[in-house]
């Protein structure tokens, strides 16, 4: 079974520049997730779908990051202008459980690495 | 916010078990306990989880005491393969899991 791909692996941009990172999760996961890791802390989760709907954005910083999920396969993810502080590895994960329950395992992409100069 | 306490670092001796201890005190009834690893340079892996009986996979064996505020992942014979950072997740009754810093765990020969 192929694993969730992300794209690009790498990236240096400078700052108030935009970029965009690109998913395609586990084919028939429902459930997409992306989450920021900067070095050394844990991965921080910045929105959630099910299918093509959100089901949670809250820690999504909306003034400059935006994702959609169209057709509800592949994602993207979207920063615009960045800012030195969103240096970071992108993960990309998915699942096979719906909202709500228990159980499950969330499928980690490599992740993309944004370097803002 | 994490709900996990852990220690930040551990070192095994490569062939032995490897013990990673979990607090969780405020653990709910219906809250899920799992363990995720990260090796360098790699997305998050899940690892084995469970509610209140212990598990054992092929991977590991989890240990959770019986009052459920905290746990034990077991790697029985930890390899130089297994360092990694090592994260324990109580699951709230929604989707989404919520990382804390992990233990980093270093496997020497």
């Known amino acids: 079974e192929a694993g969730v791909a992300q794209s690009p692996r790498y990236k240096i941009i400078e700052k108030r520049q935009s970029v965009a990172f690109w998913c395609n999760p586990i084919?028939?996961?429902?459930?997409l997730y992306w989450y920021q890791q900067i070095l050394g802390q844990g991965p921080k989760l910045l929105i959630q779908?099910?299918?093509?709907?959100?089901?949670?954005d809250s820690q999504l910083p909306k003034d400059r990051f935006s994702a959609e999920r169209l057709k509800g396969v592949d994602s993207t993810l979207k920063i615009q202008p960045a800012k030195l502080e969103d240096s970071a590895v992108y993960l990309c994960?998915?699942?096979?459980?719906?909202?709500?329950?228990?159980?499950?395992?969330?499928?980690f992409g490599e992740g993309s690495r944004l370097t803002v100069l | 916010d994490a709900k996990t306490t852990q220690p930040p670092s551990m070192d095994c001796a490569e062939g032995r078990a490897a013990n990673l201890p979990c607090n969780h005190s405020?653990?709910?009834?219906?809250?899920?306990v799992y363990w995720y690893r990260q090796i360098h340079s790699q997305g998050p892996q899940y690892i084995i989880h469970?509610?209140?009986n212990n598990e054992t996979n092929e991977m590991a064996s989890l240990i959770i005491t019986e009052d459920r505020k905290s746990s034990t992942l077991i790697l029985p014979h930890a390899t130089l393969r297994d360092t990694a950072v090592y994260y324990c997740?109580?699951?709230?009754?929604?989707?989404?899991?919520?990382f804390g810093t992990g233990t980093r765990l270093q496997v020497f020969p």
């Open positions: 405020t653990i709910s009834g219906n809250e899920y």
């Open positions: 469970g509610l209140k």
């Open positions: 997740i109580v699951r709230p009754w929604t989707d989404k899991l919520i």
């Open positions: 779908f099910q299918n093509n709907g959100v089901v949670d």
């Open positions: 994960a998915s699942s096979s459980r719906l909202a709500g329950g228990p159980g499950g395992e969330l499928f």
């Open positions: 084919s028939g996961h429902a459930t």
